[in-house]
């Protein structure tokens, strides 16, 4: 952190002190970046323990039932989970050139990027949406609910070649999966918007080498979402093996 | 102090490629059976991608020395979150009733 008072040779101001996007309770735009970079990262490490309530209820449940929950996870597909592991880390790659455009001054690729990493994220939801519905649809009607994976009274055991305690248990995996992928699914619903926003602001001119913290902390957001998916598909997908 | 580096655009898609084949890898090793380090290889593969991600997406090797310290309080207190979790649930008789 740079000392408040005087004016520091050492961190020279490219745009000089009058910046229009430098707040006046920040001694320059370094500073001011570093506060909003530090500030993101608080957030997220109190996401890591957002989720991690998550992880931690899959890791007791996993080790008291590992039968059911290897089950569980045959049943989903690794395919589809691969490819769209490999659409969230290119949703990323997007993400990382975005923020590098606007680093280097590059406006109008900030824009590209910012949208090639919505469209990504939303093949990805997209996929999510189709997975989803295969689970969650032989569960609506009157039955007979054959294939029906939503925990409660209509989830079918059979479907995952487990019953008795064992298709009780299989339920946990799934409210788990249902729970876990939601909660990753919900930040990617919350991210979007967010980055159109940026991407609109990015294309009114807003961001320049000397300011674009916003550009960078929705990138740092992004790869966070990523991340957990990263976790996800081998906890949820890829247990045991195959 | 740091300097706000910037990385050339080869290194970021130097990390995607090996994003990609680690997810290659974690997919390919499920055809053969470690046993119990299936989850330790699964897990690492993980550690290593999300390694990547941190330290070159989100730029954190280049990052503040408080930055650094944020993330490790963040992993401090996750591993607290779980490993203690699990040292009381498997030493107590399962079910709980």
Redesign the interface.
Known sequence: ??EATAPAP??PDPAGEHHPALQHHFADL?QQ??AA??GM??F???E??FF??L??AY??YR??YPAAFSAGSHHLS?KIG?AN??VL??S??T???AV?SA??GKKKRIVAFLLATVLLGGVFLGVKYLEYGEKIRPCLGDGPYAGCLVPGERFDASAVHLQGDEGRHAQIYFSLYFGMTGLHALHMIIGIPIILGIAFLASRGRYSPEYHSPVEIV??YW??V??IW??L???LY????? | MSQHRVLPVKAYLGIFLALCALTVITVAVTGYDFGPFNLIVALGVAITKATLVVLYFMHARYSPKLTGVVIASSLAFFVILVFLTLTDYVSRPWPLS
């Open positions: 952190m740079s050492a961190r370094d970046r570093e970079s530090l990262w608080v997220i490490a109190q890591v323990l991690g309530g992880f931690a890791a007791v080790s008291q690794w691969f592991t490999l880390i290119g990323s790659l993400m990382a050139l590098h680093a280097i990138g740092l790869h966070f990523d991340i990263i976790f598909f081998p906890l890829l247990i045991g093996a195959h």
